[in-house]
């Protein structure tokens, strides 16, 4: 058993956290504030590399491990989440849904310029849409529609909380084109945001995760051509389903990095803060807090490096992943509040960044599957 990092996945880690410090830390509050989306910064990821990660350097990607890839995630997430989960969809779900399943001209034509998160020298991201209204956790219940019309699919419907709704060029959109066969009637389909039909509504006014890029989009009689099918007819669930296994590592590494923001921030605060005549770091109580949140951040990392290491070896990373994701997500949530409460009353205020990081951690519980799906797909593996 390994526990050490390559001079590789060091030199990702360093860069990773170069960059938030240097480049997200800046303006992280106001962008926060203003739900600005963090454009440049998206940008400046796709020059290191960090859009297409563990894509193949054929197609634009870095051609890198998952492993590097959740030490990126986890430095950039300790400073902004919101660019972070931009960095997380087009990584984990659009760039290796292409990866995996799309034919060659489809990578070609869409994964090329989405690892490399520019086109023309444009920003060019996707998105991953699979809820609807009605169609959270029971992704099953899909009511977005795509008629087959012999060359094209007629798509209708409506998508909800998506993640780079309004800035991506490309979308991944799962539908329903034979309603009487239940989860294998539905197909996934590339879908350019630029086509007639497509309609991007307000974006969404979040608790957390402000600065990220989250619309409602809608889908009127959009016309998509066959070519732009990913796998076979009715492979359109499985597809999501093997895709949002790997994005859960994602956004475990995301939920890490909240958590080991969250610890970062309260060990350098209680060096300092004083107390009763002394720094707080000297009262047990909150060396306690400290040392417990060491204790758990690092038991989320150990998950989250697990199950990259068996997705990058092949193995099935089904249980291990939603074990990452459901951990390092409540770890988060747990570890951000101790450091709002570590800080007291300065916790409570923006200028300390723990108060953003407690809000940004409750997303982590809920998207790309709840805890309670987490749980659902836990206990069904083990009692296989």
Known sequence: MQFQLSEEQLMIQQAARDFARQQCLPGVIERDEKQQFPKEQVLQLADLGFMGMMVDPAYGGAGLDTVSYVLAMEEISKVDASTSVCMSVNNSLVCYGLQEFGTEEQKQQYLTPLARGKKDNELYIGAFMLSEPEA?????SQRTTAEDMGDYYLLNGTKNWITNGGTASVYLVMAQTDPAKGSKGINCLIVEKSWPGVVVAAKENKMGIRASDTHTVMFNDVKVPKKNRV?????????????????????????LGIASGSLEFSTQYAKTRKAFGTEIMNHQIIAFKLADMATRVDAARLLCLKSAWQKDNGMDYTISSSMAKVFSSETAMWASTEAVQIHGGYGYVKEYHVERLMRDAKITQIYEGTSEVQRIVISRGILK
């Open 136 to 140: 959270g956790s029971d992704a099953t």
């Open 231 to 255: 796998g076979a007819d009715g492979f359109g669930f499985t597809f999501a389903m093997k895709t949002l296994a790997g994005g859960r590592i994602g956004i475990a590494a995301q939920a």
